[in-house]
């Protein structure tokens, strides 16, 4: 079945330095969704990207769609300590609504 | 902002025993999903709801589980027989269409089977 694997598993930063986060898709994916879970907390949905080569931005955070729709990544610039979290990207197999998450990538952030 | 809830927020039960969790999904929302997370590890797919039948359930999804939509508010997740690697935390999720549509997630019950 369809993987989604994410790279690094964990990134521990100083505030304001710049943090990215990758993923993986064994398959070609339909459309990418990443999610943002706070420690205790549950995954909060952040954006979307459907077409291939897609970039869009949120303030500090920039995601991007692979050509192929198989890889994405988030950058986020000038981390704050209200980044700190785990970020998850998630894709649905084929024609379906259930999502795929990949491990996710736990950032830290010293002040 | 509407919101899922899910209750109770933390379940103790004895393995072999039924517990069933409960969600109240976005009231405008179509399909339901059932999510778990063991601590630490990713969250991982159940089962999916729609129109009063399962559309989807993974292979974690086995006879022990079931879903429901009792009334038109209320979805629930029922394990019958609980094991100990059933501890988890359970997550409800709900969108208004299946595809390219971001779905909500609820805060969530920790299962816990001793």
């Known amino acids: 079945g369809q993987q989604v694997m994410q790279i690094p598993q964990y990134q521990h930063v100083q505030e304001g330095e710049d943090f990215t986060t990758y993923c993986n898709s064994s398959?070609?994916?339909?459309?990418i969704q990443w999610y943002k879970q706070r420690p205790g907390g549950h995954p909060v949905f952040l954006i979307q990207?459907?077409?291939?080569?897609e970039v869009k931005k949120q303030k500090r955070l920039t995601f991007q769609f692979g050509e192929a729709k198989k890889n994405s990544s988030l950058h986020i610039t000038a981390t704050q300590t209200t980044d700190v979290g785990t970020y998850f990207c998630?894709?649905?197999?084929?024609?379906?609504?259930?999502?795929?998450f990949g491990q996710g990538t736990t950032l830290q952030v010293k002040p | 902002e509407p919101e899922v809830t899910q209750t109770p927020s933390h379940q103790v039960t004895q393995m072999g025993q039924e517990v069933i969790l409960h969600c109240v999904p976005i009231?405008?929302?179509?399909?339901f999903y059932w999510y778990r997370q063991i601590l630490g590890q990713k969250v991982e797919f159940l089962v999916s709801?729609?129109?009063?039948?399962?559309?989807?359930k993974s292979e974690i999804f086995d006879d022990q589980f079931s879903v429901e939509r009792p009334d038109g508010s209320n979805f629930t997740l029922k394990i019958r027989s609980t094991k100990l690697e059933d501890s988890a935390m359970y997550f409800c999720?709900?969108?208004?269409?299946?595809?390219?549509?971001?779905?909500?997630f609820g805060p969530g019950t920790r299962l816990t089977v001793l």
């Open positions: 998630a894709g649905p197999p084929g024609n379906t609504g259930k999502l795929i």
């Open positions: 009231s405008n929302h179509l399909y």
């Open positions: 709801f729609y129109n009063n039948e399962i559309s989807e």
């Open positions: 999720a709900s969108s208004i269409e299946i595809h390219y549509n971001e779905q909500f």
């Open positions: 398959t070609t994916l339909s459309n």
């Open positions: 990207l459907v077409k291939s080569g």
